[in-house]
Protein backbone atom coordinates (compact mmCIF):
# COMPACT_ATOMS: atom_id res chain seq x y z
CA UNK A 1 0.00 0.00 0.00
CA UNK A 2 1.56 3.32 -0.89
CA UNK A 3 1.90 5.50 2.06
CA UNK A 4 0.61 9.03 1.46
CA UNK A 5 3.51 12.17 1.98
CA UNK A 6 3.24 14.58 4.48
CA UNK A 7 2.70 17.25 2.22
CA UNK A 8 -0.34 15.51 0.58
CA UNK A 9 -1.52 13.80 3.96
CA UNK A 10 -1.65 18.10 5.31
CA UNK A 11 -3.38 18.95 1.98
CA UNK A 12 -6.01 16.03 2.71
CA UNK A 13 -6.90 17.53 6.25
CA UNK A 14 -7.61 20.62 4.57
CA UNK A 15 -9.61 18.81 1.80
CA UNK A 16 -11.43 17.37 5.06
CA UNK A 17 -12.08 20.23 6.81
CA UNK A 18 -13.98 21.58 3.90
CA UNK A 19 -16.29 18.38 3.80
CA UNK A 20 -17.01 19.04 7.08
CA UNK A 21 -17.73 22.40 6.97
CA UNK A 22 -20.67 21.13 4.16
CA UNK A 23 -23.81 21.00 6.14
CA UNK A 24 -25.43 19.29 2.95
CA UNK A 25 -22.82 19.02 0.13
CA UNK A 26 -25.22 18.74 -2.65
CA UNK A 27 -24.04 19.64 -5.96
CA UNK A 28 -24.37 18.00 -9.67
CA UNK A 29 -23.26 14.41 -10.42
CA UNK A 30 -22.04 14.66 -14.27
CA UNK A 31 -22.26 11.16 -16.10
CA UNK A 32 -19.89 10.26 -18.82
CA UNK A 33 -20.80 12.34 -21.69
CA UNK A 34 -19.42 9.07 -24.11
CA UNK A 35 -22.43 6.80 -22.44
CA UNK A 36 -25.67 8.74 -22.72
CA UNK A 37 -28.96 6.85 -22.37
CA UNK A 38 -31.50 9.08 -24.11
CA UNK A 39 -34.26 6.79 -23.53
CA UNK A 40 -33.85 7.52 -19.42
CA UNK A 41 -34.43 11.01 -17.72
CA UNK A 42 -31.42 12.85 -16.18
CA UNK A 43 -31.37 12.85 -12.16
CA UNK A 44 -32.11 16.07 -10.20
CA UNK A 45 -29.23 17.89 -10.52
CA UNK A 46 -27.30 15.49 -12.92
CA UNK A 47 -26.04 17.01 -16.38
CA UNK A 48 -25.07 15.36 -19.64
CA UNK A 49 -22.75 17.22 -21.27
CA UNK A 50 -22.81 17.22 -25.22
CA UNK A 51 -19.33 18.08 -25.92
CA UNK A 52 -18.17 17.38 -29.88
CA UNK A 53 -14.48 15.68 -28.61
CA UNK A 54 -13.73 12.58 -27.89
CA UNK A 55 -11.48 12.63 -24.97
CA UNK A 56 -8.25 10.94 -25.79
CA UNK A 57 -4.66 10.15 -24.01
CA UNK A 58 -1.53 11.26 -25.90
CA UNK A 59 1.35 8.83 -26.22
CA UNK A 60 1.67 5.68 -23.91
CA UNK A 61 1.17 5.48 -20.54
CA UNK A 62 4.06 4.11 -18.68
CA UNK A 63 3.55 0.24 -17.66
CA UNK A 64 7.24 -0.74 -16.19
CA UNK A 65 8.67 -1.59 -19.43
CA UNK A 66 12.49 -0.86 -18.51
CA UNK A 67 13.50 1.83 -21.09
CA UNK A 68 16.27 0.33 -23.45
CA UNK A 69 20.01 1.48 -21.76
CA UNK A 70 21.85 4.08 -22.48
CA UNK A 71 25.08 3.75 -24.92
CA UNK A 72 28.31 3.80 -23.07
CA UNK A 73 29.77 7.16 -21.91
CA UNK A 74 33.50 7.52 -23.76
CA UNK A 75 35.84 7.25 -21.24
CA UNK A 76 38.97 9.35 -20.45
CA UNK A 77 42.07 6.77 -19.76
CA UNK A 78 45.10 8.65 -18.93
CA UNK A 79 48.40 7.18 -20.48
CA UNK A 80 51.10 5.87 -17.76
CA UNK A 81 53.69 8.51 -19.25
CA UNK A 82 51.29 11.13 -18.62
CA UNK A 83 50.48 11.24 -14.96
CA UNK A 84 53.32 13.69 -13.03
CA UNK A 85 51.21 13.08 -9.39
CA UNK A 86 48.92 11.15 -7.84
CA UNK A 87 47.19 10.77 -4.65
CA UNK A 88 44.80 8.00 -3.41
CA UNK A 89 41.88 8.98 -1.03
CA UNK A 90 39.69 6.52 0.61
CA UNK A 91 35.85 7.45 1.11
CA UNK A 92 32.63 5.87 1.52
CA UNK A 93 33.93 2.28 0.38
CA UNK A 94 35.37 3.73 -2.37
CA UNK A 95 38.73 4.97 -4.01
CA UNK A 96 39.12 7.68 -5.31
CA UNK A 97 42.08 8.70 -7.34
CA UNK A 98 43.18 12.54 -8.15
CA UNK A 99 45.78 12.81 -10.99
CA UNK A 100 48.02 15.51 -12.05
CA UNK A 101 48.85 15.05 -15.87
CA UNK A 102 50.74 16.40 -18.78
CA UNK A 103 48.51 19.51 -19.79
CA UNK A 104 45.98 18.28 -23.07
CA UNK A 105 46.12 20.63 -26.07
CA UNK A 106 43.15 22.47 -26.73
CA UNK A 107 41.90 24.36 -29.57
CA UNK A 108 41.05 27.97 -28.82
CA UNK A 109 37.72 28.46 -28.46
CA UNK A 110 35.64 30.10 -31.00
CA UNK A 111 35.02 33.82 -30.92
CA UNK A 112 31.80 34.56 -30.21
CA UNK A 113 29.37 35.04 -32.76
CA UNK A 114 26.18 37.58 -32.54
CA UNK A 115 23.07 36.23 -31.72
CA UNK A 116 20.01 37.02 -33.94
CA UNK A 117 16.95 38.25 -32.48
CA UNK A 118 14.09 35.41 -32.69
CA UNK A 119 11.53 38.22 -33.83
CA UNK A 120 13.78 38.72 -37.10
CA UNK A 121 15.33 35.17 -37.68
CA UNK A 122 13.13 33.58 -39.73
CA UNK A 123 14.88 30.30 -39.69
CA UNK A 124 14.15 30.14 -35.71
CA UNK A 125 10.01 31.42 -36.61
CA UNK A 126 10.21 28.61 -39.14
CA UNK A 127 11.52 26.31 -36.51
CA UNK A 128 8.71 27.43 -34.10
CA UNK A 129 6.17 27.43 -36.54
CA UNK A 130 7.01 23.99 -37.30
CA UNK A 131 7.01 23.05 -33.46
CA UNK A 132 3.82 24.63 -33.00
CA UNK A 133 2.16 22.54 -35.84
CA UNK A 134 3.53 19.53 -34.04
CA UNK A 135 2.84 20.62 -30.00
CA UNK A 136 -0.26 21.86 -29.83
CA UNK A 137 -0.76 24.82 -27.10
CA UNK A 138 -1.47 22.53 -23.39
CA UNK A 139 -3.16 23.83 -20.66
CA UNK A 140 -1.72 22.19 -16.78
CA UNK A 141 -4.54 20.92 -14.83
CA UNK A 142 -3.30 20.67 -11.30
CA UNK A 143 -4.90 18.06 -9.09
CA UNK A 144 -4.68 16.74 -5.56
CA UNK A 145 -6.40 13.43 -4.96
CA UNK A 146 -6.80 11.34 -1.96
CA UNK A 147 -7.44 8.12 -2.92
CA UNK A 148 -9.50 5.63 -0.13
CA UNK A 149 -9.69 1.82 -0.43
CA UNK A 150 -12.49 -0.24 1.74
CA UNK A 151 -12.75 -3.16 2.28
CA UNK A 152 -16.26 -4.54 1.25
CA UNK A 153 -16.70 -1.33 -0.83
CA UNK A 154 -15.19 0.51 -4.60
CA UNK A 155 -12.39 3.09 -3.65
CA UNK A 156 -13.58 6.68 -3.41
CA UNK A 157 -10.96 9.75 -4.34
CA UNK A 158 -11.14 13.43 -2.71
CA UNK A 159 -9.83 15.30 -5.13
CA UNK A 160 -8.95 19.18 -5.13
CA UNK A 161 -8.70 20.87 -8.66
CA UNK A 162 -7.22 24.80 -9.16
CA UNK A 163 -9.09 25.23 -12.78
CA UNK A 164 -6.04 28.02 -13.34
CA UNK A 165 -3.66 26.85 -11.30
CA UNK A 166 -3.80 29.42 -8.76
CA UNK A 167 -6.14 30.78 -6.41
CA UNK A 168 -9.76 28.90 -5.32
CA UNK A 169 -9.58 25.11 -5.77
CA UNK A 170 -12.66 23.27 -6.25
CA UNK A 171 -13.24 20.14 -4.75
CA UNK A 172 -14.88 16.77 -5.34
CA UNK A 173 -15.65 13.64 -4.62
CA UNK A 174 -15.05 10.60 -7.18
CA UNK A 175 -15.90 7.24 -8.00
CA UNK A 176 -12.88 6.84 -9.86
CA UNK A 177 -9.39 5.51 -8.50
CA UNK A 178 -7.51 8.49 -9.40
CA UNK A 179 -4.40 6.79 -8.74
CA UNK A 180 -4.64 4.66 -12.26
CA UNK A 181 -4.78 8.39 -13.90
CA UNK A 182 -1.15 8.53 -12.77
CA UNK A 183 0.36 7.23 -15.59
CA UNK A 184 -1.57 9.95 -17.71
CA UNK A 185 1.02 13.04 -18.60
CA UNK A 186 -0.81 14.60 -21.16
CA UNK A 187 -4.45 14.28 -23.16
CA UNK A 188 -7.12 16.17 -25.30
CA UNK A 189 -10.02 17.04 -23.64
CA UNK A 190 -13.75 16.86 -25.23
CA UNK A 191 -13.62 20.34 -26.08
CA UNK A 192 -10.71 20.03 -28.51
CA UNK A 193 -7.56 21.34 -26.24
CA UNK A 194 -4.56 19.53 -25.17
CA UNK A 195 -4.34 19.56 -21.42
CA UNK A 196 -1.01 18.10 -19.04
CA UNK A 197 -2.38 16.38 -16.05
CA UNK A 198 -0.35 17.65 -12.63
CA UNK A 199 -1.15 15.45 -9.84
CA UNK A 200 -0.02 14.98 -6.76
CA UNK A 201 -1.69 12.05 -5.12
CA UNK A 202 -1.97 8.75 -2.26
CA UNK A 203 -3.62 6.05 -1.24
CA UNK A 204 -4.93 5.24 2.31
CA UNK A 205 -6.42 1.94 3.42
CA UNK A 206 -9.54 3.81 4.76
CA UNK A 207 -10.69 1.31 7.96
CA UNK A 208 -6.67 0.57 8.84
CA UNK A 209 -6.34 4.31 9.42
CA UNK A 210 -10.09 4.23 11.05
CA UNK A 211 -9.03 1.33 13.40
CA UNK A 212 -5.89 3.16 14.18
CA UNK A 213 -7.24 6.78 14.74
CA UNK A 214 -9.82 4.90 17.45
CA UNK A 215 -7.13 3.79 19.76
CA UNK A 216 -6.00 7.27 20.25
CA UNK A 217 -9.47 8.36 20.77
CA UNK A 218 -9.59 10.38 17.67
CA UNK A 219 -12.18 10.18 14.63
CA UNK A 220 -11.13 9.68 11.00
CA UNK A 221 -12.32 13.41 10.02
CA UNK A 222 -13.69 11.88 6.42
CA UNK A 223 -17.19 12.22 6.19
CA UNK A 224 -20.50 12.92 3.86
CA UNK A 225 -18.49 10.86 0.85
CA UNK A 226 -21.66 10.53 -1.48
CA UNK A 227 -23.57 7.56 -2.76
CA UNK A 228 -22.56 6.61 -6.37
CA UNK A 229 -24.78 4.57 -8.64
CA UNK A 230 -23.36 1.62 -10.22
CA UNK A 231 -21.90 2.35 -13.51
CA UNK A 232 -19.26 4.94 -15.75
CA UNK A 233 -17.44 6.60 -13.43
CA UNK A 234 -18.84 10.20 -12.14
CA UNK A 235 -18.09 12.59 -9.62
CA UNK A 236 -19.92 15.70 -7.38
CA UNK A 237 -19.06 18.65 -6.49
CA UNK A 238 -18.37 19.53 -2.39
CA UNK A 239 -20.09 23.22 -2.00
CA UNK A 240 -21.19 25.48 -4.27
CA UNK A 241 -20.83 24.40 -8.62
CA UNK A 242 -18.72 26.80 -9.91
CA UNK A 243 -20.57 29.40 -12.11
CA UNK A 244 -18.77 28.80 -15.13
CA UNK A 245 -19.40 25.04 -15.92
CA UNK A 246 -16.36 24.84 -18.88
CA UNK A 247 -13.95 25.05 -15.79
CA UNK A 248 -15.22 21.23 -15.59
CA UNK A 249 -14.32 20.00 -18.69
CA UNK A 250 -11.09 18.67 -17.93
CA UNK A 251 -12.26 16.89 -14.82
CA UNK A 252 -15.35 15.40 -17.05
CA UNK A 253 -13.04 14.53 -19.71
CA UNK A 254 -10.32 12.47 -17.31
CA UNK A 255 -13.58 10.39 -16.12
CA UNK A 256 -14.03 9.99 -20.01
CA UNK A 257 -10.66 8.90 -20.09
CA UNK A 258 -11.35 6.30 -17.31
CA UNK A 259 -14.14 5.07 -18.16
CA UNK A 260 -13.35 4.43 -21.35
CA UNK A 261 -9.53 2.94 -21.26
CA UNK A 262 -10.02 1.88 -18.01
CA UNK A 263 -8.75 -1.75 -18.93
CA UNK A 264 -5.14 -0.02 -20.51
CA UNK A 265 -5.26 1.79 -17.27
CA UNK A 266 -5.06 -1.15 -14.81
CA UNK A 267 -2.99 -2.96 -17.06
CA UNK A 268 -0.26 -0.14 -17.29
CA UNK A 269 -0.83 0.06 -13.58
CA UNK A 270 -0.63 -3.55 -12.39
CA UNK A 271 2.80 -3.06 -14.77
CA UNK A 272 4.32 -0.89 -13.12
CA UNK A 273 3.48 -2.48 -9.79
CA UNK A 274 5.16 -5.65 -10.62
CA UNK A 275 8.20 -3.71 -12.01
CA UNK A 276 8.62 -1.73 -8.99
CA UNK A 277 8.50 -4.97 -7.00
CA UNK A 278 10.86 -6.85 -8.82
CA UNK A 279 12.95 -3.63 -8.63
CA UNK A 280 12.89 -3.86 -4.82
CA UNK A 281 13.25 -7.67 -4.76
CA UNK A 282 16.80 -7.04 -6.75
CA UNK A 283 17.95 -3.98 -5.16
CA UNK A 284 17.41 -6.27 -1.79
CA UNK A 285 19.87 -8.76 -3.57
CA UNK A 286 22.33 -6.35 -5.09
CA UNK A 287 22.72 -3.48 -3.31
CA UNK A 288 24.32 -0.71 -5.17
CA UNK A 289 28.29 -0.12 -4.14
CA UNK A 290 29.88 2.78 -4.71
CA UNK A 291 32.19 2.87 -7.65
CA UNK A 292 35.69 4.18 -7.48
CA UNK A 293 36.59 7.51 -9.24
CA UNK A 294 39.51 8.67 -11.22
CA UNK A 295 40.11 12.98 -11.40
CA UNK A 296 42.70 13.81 -14.28
CA UNK A 297 43.52 17.97 -13.70
CA UNK A 298 46.62 19.68 -15.40
CA UNK A 299 48.01 23.21 -14.56
CA UNK A 300 48.34 25.85 -17.33
CA UNK A 301 49.91 29.41 -17.51
CA UNK A 302 48.20 32.69 -17.91
CA UNK A 303 49.35 34.06 -21.13
CA UNK A 304 48.92 37.91 -19.85
CA UNK A 305 50.61 37.20 -16.17
CA UNK A 306 52.64 34.06 -16.36
CA UNK A 307 50.87 32.74 -12.89
CA UNK A 308 49.66 29.25 -13.07
CA UNK A 309 45.91 28.11 -12.81
CA UNK A 310 44.28 25.38 -12.01
CA UNK A 311 42.19 23.67 -15.25
Not at 35 to 41: I, K, V, W
Not at 237 to 264: K, M, W
Not at 293 to 310: E, F, V
Request: with cysteine; glycine share 6%.
Amino acid sequence: MKKVPLLLFLATLLGQALVRSQDAPVAPTRESATTPDAASPAMPGTTRPILPTTARIIGNIPDGTPPPPQPPKPQFVARASDILDSKVHQQGGRTITIQRIKPIALPPPPDPTPIPLAATDPAFQEHLASFREDHPQSNMVPLGASVYHFKDAPPRTLVRYWPDGRGESITFWSSADFSLLSGIFSFVATDGETRCLFMMWGIEDFNSMADLLATLNRGHGVSNIPDFPDGPATFTIVGIPPADSTVLVPIQSLHDLYNNEFNRLKTAWDGRGRARIQREVYLKAHPPQPKNITLNYWRTDKPASGKGAAQ
